[in-house]
């Protein structure tokens, strides 16, 4: 199957979207099929690396750091996308790649599936807007998005039912996002582990209160370290691993919490190195409820991290309370929980050893590619104008002669 994954930002960068689109290409390589990625580049210069189409694009850092548009100049790669007829067209987002996608798909005629990864009502105070007025456009503009699709998939039930809230009629399957766990689980030196964590000044028998991921508003950081202000006289370390737009803030927060001593900032990591920054810790903790998928939580487990994570439905079926970690709901069963934590250290070992055999028996790229293909197949069956409806494909091919982000 000739397989086309669209999506704004890939490897190098990092982050959750980047990270489940990689695992599914080479999880579908190993399979045997053709796989290309169609993504941004970051800069003006379109470029190809293995089977990777990096488009020209443009930053508006104004909008959202690290945010690119596709540059108006790149016919000639769409056209060898073309002329390489995609079997099916699988989109992970909904701007710049998705309407180049959008354009593929109605030159060939291979039909389009989507994931939807990112919960934007958590992030339209970017654009300087309310909650109560970004809403209602995110939910029609998704809305749009998901009507050319054939099947959604949605990495968890949350998800699934906040897409049906927005009104969308596509079908929409959950699928969990895989991981390739081989280096997660991977048996590393303990001179290689002493090594980084002398780099970043950790101490060896200290328990270390992990987090991992970008350090935006939508995370919640402030929340876990204005709970942790209470226990500057306990014996822990707090390893922030990640940089972004709020960080100067959460770094203001730290030392008027009183933190500084303990808290550890490591900035960007590298996709390459960030197993290997699991095994500092001891305890994940996160109060993020943006979260579509938490693949930052699936690492976790796989490293064999107990979690601490603030009550979210994206955490079913994900944390087993009180086997591979604790959620909480508000300060009072956070306090419970981590001083239960830092007073039995016996149970770290016990919850490290439940949260590793869970993960590696749950998540896997492999199974979660084994259920992309039978999306893909449905799709391929069922794309003609009569299934879809008349209806629907005129609207389309109307809409498809007007531009759009």
Not at 204 to 211: E, H, K, Q, S, Y
Not at 392 to 402: E, G, N, P, S, V
Request: contains cysteine.
């Amino acid at each position: 199957m000739r397989v086309l994954l669209a999506v704004d930002k890939y490897y190098p960068a990092v982050n959750g979207v980047i990270t489940s689109v990689k695992n599914l290409k080479e999880a579908l390589e190993r399979k045997g099929h053709d796989v290309k990625v169609l993504t941004l580049s970051d800069s003006v210069s379109t470029h190809v690396k293995d089977n990777v189409i990096y488009i020209g694009s443009l930053s508006v850092d104004k909008i959202y750091p690290d945010i690119r548009i596709k540059h108006p100049v790149m016919r000639k790669n769409i056209q060898d996308l073309i002329e390489w007829k995609p079997d099916i067209i699988h989109t992970n987002t909904e701007f710049s790649t998705y309407t180049l996608a959008k354009d593929i798909s109605r030159k060939t005629g291979a039909p389009m599936v989507h994931t939807y990864h990112t919960d934007y009502e958590d992030y339209v105070h970017y654009l300087a807007l309310s909650k109560k007025m970004g809403t209602p456009l995110v939910k029609s503009y998704i809305k749009h998005v998901t009507s050319y699709m054939q099947e959604i998939i949605a990495p968890t039930e949350k998800t699934k039912q906040q897409l049906l809230g927005y009104g969308i009629s596509t079908k929409i399957t959950v699928i969990p996002t895989g991981l390739d766990l081989t280096k997660y689980n991977a048996d590393y030196s303990e001179d290689l582990i002493e090594r980084l964590r002398e780099k970043h000044g950790l101490k060896r028998d200290v328990p270390t209160l992990i987090f991992v991921g970008r350090l935006g508003k939508e995370k919640n950081l402030l929340e876990v370290i204005n709970y942790l202000s209470d226990y500057k006289d306990k014996e822990f370390q707090f390893l922030i691993v990640g940089d972004g737009p709020d960080r100067k803030t959460i770094e203001l927060q730290i030392a008027a919490t009183g933190l500084n001593d303990k808290t550890i900032f490591t900035g960007m990591v590298s996709q390459d190195d960030i197993a290997l920054y699991y095994r500092l810790g001891s305890l994940f903790v996160s109060a993020s409820q943006s979260e579509t998928q938490g693949l930052t939580y699936i690492e976790a487990l796989s490293s064999g991290l107990p979690l601490l994570c603030k009550k979210d439905e994206c955490l079913d079926n994900v944390l087993l309370e009180n086997k591979t970690g604790w959620s909480f709901n508000n300060e009072a069963e956070f306090k419970e929980h981590l001083t239960y934590f830092l007073s039995n250290p016996e149970i770290a070992k016990e919850m490290s050893k439940n949260a590793k055999e869970f993960a590696l028996a749950s998540f896997s790229s492999d199974t979660f590619a084994d259920k992309v293909l039978k999306i893909y197949e449905n799709a391929i069956a069922l794309n003609n104008p009569k299934k879809r409806g008349i209806i629907k494909y005129i609207y389309h091919a109307f809409l498809d002669r007007m531009p759009l982000v």
